[in-house]
């Protein structure tokens, strides 16, 4: 009886986050951390301080959001909210956006992602399982599957979408980026988002530069388009410009905006003066990139180990 409960109380998480409703079509489990490739370590309940601020999260979820049919655009998108990877900012840089989303056509899969906890691979592995999904390459998403699948994050959140855009084993068709942490975090506020990933590892420079998204760009990181204030406090608006130069340089496309105001963690909020304008640059670019090329999406071999990193 007692490694019955033991089970039930590692799955409690998880039928927690499927049993939430924010106007999601569905909710699809992905794993928890006795399921899942690698943990995180975490051994504490998972808990909800603040409404939609998630913290010691084990399980992986995706809250998915049907494109509205009358004008279903075929396309797919996985958002992975912010946090500082202590926590995730689940509604007006997840629930919010892909509600967005769905109503331009575009189905919204809103990522509740294990966090790292000193174990970088957790969250990027939860990433591409919600990729594969959507993809309908594996099972939960039947009737909502695209494809064309693209990532969008937010701060930490972009670091995650960065980083499965450039080290993952399998890649997103498009990346969008909304003040990205992508440089290797010695300024204070990248500093937070690197502590909490690599935990003990992260005064090591091979450790750090092995999940600097920045640092890994190639002629096969997808596309991006990626936004940031001019004047945010947080992550600096360096991340983005640098990372746009590298998809540059590899003749990848890839578009930049940057605000004069705003500071950080503006997402989808009403207050940032730049909503209508993200919104309408979004999905002009959306419609100005060429068809993928066949067999363009994976860098590596599916499976590849990246525990190691």
Sequence with gaps: MKPILTLLAALLPLFAATAQNHGE???IPIWDNSTAPHSNGITAAESEP????????????LHLYAADPAHDTGMAVVICPGGGYMRLCMDYEGYDVARWFAAQGITAAVLKYRLPNGHPEVPLEDAEQALRILRGEAPGADGHTAARVGIAGFSAGGHLAAAVSTLG???????LLFYPVTADGTLSGCRITFDR????REGDPAAVEAWTPLRHITPKTPPALLFHSDDDPIVPPTNSTAYYEGLK??????????????GHGWGILDA????????????????????PAAGNMAAETPGTDVSAR
């Design 25 to 27: 079509t569905t909710v």
């Design 249 to 262: 340089r590899c003749g990848t496309p890839a578009a930049l905006h940057i605000y004069p105001a705003g």
């Design 169 to 175: 084993a399998v890649r997103p068709d498009f990346t």
């Design 197 to 200: 990933l690599l935990g003990d």
């Design 272 to 291: 940032f003066r730049f909503r209508d304008d993200w919104q309408r640059t979004v999905l002009d670019w959306l419609g100005s990139l060429p068809a």
């Design 50 to 61: 603040e409404p939609c601020r998630l913290e010691n999260t084990t399980g992986a979820a």
